[in-house]
T-cell receptor, first 115, second 113 residues
């Protein structure tokens, strides 16, 4: 069974803290994605990675960075958390063989609150 | 460039009634189209997708969608709503190259007993 897991379901951090969100997939997928989900705005792509150590900016990369040292793991980093980064963060992965026709598989999400 | 518009951020239907969730897309290339469902406090789950071939696509849980190129639409339907269908639904489009999906803003479906 396909599985994407995220390290935390709920997270509360203070302004200025460094925050790590971890995502792991067990499907040997080449592509991994980080989105944030906000009411009325849908899902917006922050960063994606198409291979180990490779990354590309999405639509809203400011204030975020990512790391992919192993194929199965994709980390999202908030260098200095701010209140406007309070959101639901969703990780997804996708195989690379059929390109964008392949399904993206999502993790359960991490609801981050920055105080 | 690709984009998606979902008409109606909130839709309410009675149990047993037809469900119709609207999605229109904009794409400069033949699109691939997807519908995802998100149940409360969960991630997104694929309902169905259109890539090539038959324009009427059947998905899980009795949902289906029809790709209409002339109308640039990919509306989601279900003949008879069930209480368990209450969720947020997202339409998404991708082009035939690149890595990105473009999601709509979502439609929250309420099913009234």
């Amino acid at each position: 069974d396909v599985k994407v897991t995220q390290s935390s379901r709920y997270l509360v951090k203070r302004t200025g803290e460094k925050v790590f969100l971890e995502c792991v997939q067990d499907m040997d997928h080449e592509n991994m994605f980080w989105y944030r989900q906000d009411p009325g705005l849908g899902l917006r792509l922050i960063y994606f990675s198409y291979d180990v150590k490779m990354k590309e900016k999405g639509d809203i990369p400011e204030g975020y960075s990512v790391s992919r040292e192993k194929k199965e793991r994709f980390s999202l980093i908030l260098e200095s958390a701010s209140t406007n980064q309070t959101s639901m963060y969703l990780c997804a992965s996708r195989a690379g063989l059929a390109g964008v026709r392949d399904t993206q598989y999502f993790g359960p999400g991490t609801r981050l609150t920055v105080l | 460039a690709q984009s998606v518009t979902q008409l109606g951020s909130h839709v309410s239907v009675s149990e047993g009634a037809l469900v119709l969730l609207r999605c229109n897309y904009s794409s400069s290339v033949p699109p691939y189209l997807f519908w995802y469902v998100q149940y409360p406090n969960q991630g997104l789950q694929l309902l169905l997708k259109y890539t090539t071939g038959a324009t009427l696509v059947k998905g899980i849980n009795g949902f289906e969608a029809e790709f209409k190129k002339s109308e640039t639409s990919f509306h989601l339907t279900k003949p008879s709503a069930h209480m368990s269908d209450a969720a947020e639904y997202f339409c998404a489009v991708s082009g035939n190259t690149g890595n990105q999906f473009y999601f709509g803003t979502g439609t929250s479906l309420t099913v009234i007993p």
